[in-house]
């Protein structure tokens, strides 16, 4: 049983393993009852992870949950598969993008309580609203300027995915706990 972190902006939640199947053999319960138990013990576990993050990523750019819901995906356990994948998207966000009116004031552009010094709010003539900022004074080449997300996830990941392992140990045994129930319930 295990959550870790791997590869580029992955969480891996992984139930079933050698020691489990050996306790699953001294309690009496069969390996595709064990698998059952580890992949909604897994799928639960990761649903209540991406509420975390979600959480914690509205909460950072003061919009509603469903703004953000492109930025993390679920992958859950399915048939044989004992582990569920959770993305989390760490790329710099869009302000105008998270429905907030833009507008330009004194030197700069604000959205929402995103202040951007020496921005303004400009609509392209593709219709995309956003708020810029130039390079330089001598050209034209404009920047659309951006939320970094990266570091408040990264500051909070670590405990998030500590919480989730003592989760995750919970729901297991909650779930391996059902399936006793219903392998008794079966014999009796």
Known sequence: ???QRSGNN???VNVVDDLSRLRAEQLGISEKSLLAAGRRAANKTARWLQTRVKRLMAGYLETPQKNI???VHLRTA?????????????NPVDPVSLNRKAENIGTGAISGNWYFE???EATMPSGKRAIFKRRNRKRLKIDVQMVEVEPVIEAN???LVAQANRRLQTVTEQEIN????KANKAVA
Do not use: H, P
């Open 178 to 181: 059902f399936e006793l129930l």
């Open 10 to 12: 992955f969480i891996d």
């Open 1 to 3: 049983m295990s959550i």
């Open 157 to 159: 990941l670590d405990r």
């Open 69 to 71: 819901k492109q930025r």
């Open 78 to 90: 399915k048939g044989r598969e004992t582990v569920a994948y959770l993305w989390i998207g760490e």
């Open 118 to 120: 020496g921005g303004f």
